[in-house]
């Protein structure tokens, strides 16, 4: 992990986190948004209900362990093209 540790918030929210995700480098373009849809798409996320980390509630808020969060993202890295722009308009479904 990076040197700063010192100065990690003990938890992240889903925006705090991804705003640490900015201010370390790790994902530039990092909302709260792209980082829940991560938790929601990826088979090996960390953090919920039956996991190694579940998520605390602070408020409304939920919660996960800064240092696991980042350690995380440092592994496990976005893709930084993103999905991108749909190339041709979306077929319409069939039935």
């Known amino acids: 992990m990076t040197g700063r540790e ?3 918030p003990h938890e992240v929210t889903f925006a ?3 705003r640490l ?3 370390r480098g790790i994902d530039p373009h990092a909302t709260a ?3 829940r849809h991560i938790a929601r798409s990826r088979k090996n996320w960390p953090f919920g209900e ?3 980390h579940p998520y605390s509630r602070v408020a409304n808020a939920r919660t996960m362990n800064a240092k696991v969060f980042l ?3 440092e592994d496990h890295p976005p893709n930084p093209r993103g ?3 749909d190339k041709q308009p979306r077929a319409k ?3």
Do not use: P
């Open 83 to 85: 999905r991108g722009r």
């Open 33 to 35: 948004d792209s980082v």
């Open 6 to 8: 010192g100065e990690l």
């Open 16 to 18: 705090s986190g991804a």
């Open 93 to 95: 479904k069939t039935t």
């Open 50 to 52: 039956g996991r190694e």
């Open 21 to 23: 995700l900015v201010e």
């Open 71 to 73: 350690r995380y993202f």
